[in-house]
Nanobody, 130 residues
């Protein structure tokens, strides 16, 4: 059974930083991709960043490019999202997600929509105050 456990959320002021972690277990395919999705109450879920583990190449939503950095520690089976220069509009619940095996993304830019993942974590709250 696939399990994703997020940590690292919290409250910061605008311009601050947070690092989210996601420990993954229970997936059986070596070909998988992971990412972060966020949701603000009353709004649609947004794919923030994704990574194809075999290539290690990350993809980012335009709204976070240059501020967020995605990385993966293969030995620890852990995904990280370093979030710098946070803005109030980044306030959301952030979900870690995995697709195992990894299906090709619909977008030609490599980004993934929330429905392109098979499994989600429980979410962690990020609150950015102005």
């Amino acid at each position: 059974q696939v399990q994703l456990v997020e940590s690292g959320g919290g409250s910061v002021q605008a311009g601050g930083s947070l690092r989210l972690s996601c420990a993954a277990s229970g997936y059986s395919h070596s070909d998988y991709c992971m990412g972060w999705i966020r949701q603000v109450p009353g709004k649609e879920r947004e794919g923030v960043a994704s990574i194809y583990i075999n290539s290690g190449r990350p993809y980012y939503a335009d709204s976070v490019k240059g501020r967020f950095t995605l990385s993966h520690d293969n030995a620890k089976h852990t995904l990280y999202l370093q979030m710098n220069n946070l803005k109030p509009e980044d306030t959301a619940v952030y979900y870690c997600a995995i697709d195992s095996p990894c299906r090709p993304p619909r977008s030609p830019y490599g980004t993934r929509a929330p429905d392109e993942y098979g499994y989600w974590g429980q979410g962690t709250q990020v609150t950015v105050s102005s």
